[in-house]
Nanobody
């Protein structure tokens, strides 16, 4: 069982930046692909960005050019650097680890990001 703890959320003005962190327990972090999702009030949870075990990254159109996902396997941590934030980025952001061949999928508790206009 992997526990995920997110941090770094908060209130920021439009145009500002935040860096989210997600620390995983245990010693298997490097075997998992990681992703950040978000869920705004009244909306479904949506993928923001993902990073594979080898560091390959993917972004949704809303995140491209503004957000950067990265990982530090030595620290069991995945990051989401968010720049040029917009009010529509307001949501609870969730960290996810997954590894299909292990049928494993883990979620953090979420961290609130609020962007004021």
């Amino acid at each position: 069982q992997v526990q995920l703890v997110e941090s770094g959320g908060g209130l920021v003005q439009a145009g500002g930046s935040l860096r989210l962190s997600c620390v995983a327990s245990g010693s298997t972090f490097r075997f998992y692909a990681a992703a950040w999702y978000r869920q705004a009030p009244g909306k479904q949870r949506e993928l923001v960005a993902s990073i594979g075990t080898g560091g390959t990254t993917n972004y949704t159109d809303s995140a491209k050019g503004r957000f950067t996902i990265s990982r530090d396997n030595a620290k069991n941590t995945v990051y989401l650097q968010m720049n040029s934030l917009k009010p529509e980025d307001t949501a609870v952001y969730y960290c996810n680890l997954h590894r299909a061949i292990w049928n494993s999928n883990y979620w953090g508790q979420g961290t609130q990001v609020t962007v004021s206009s």
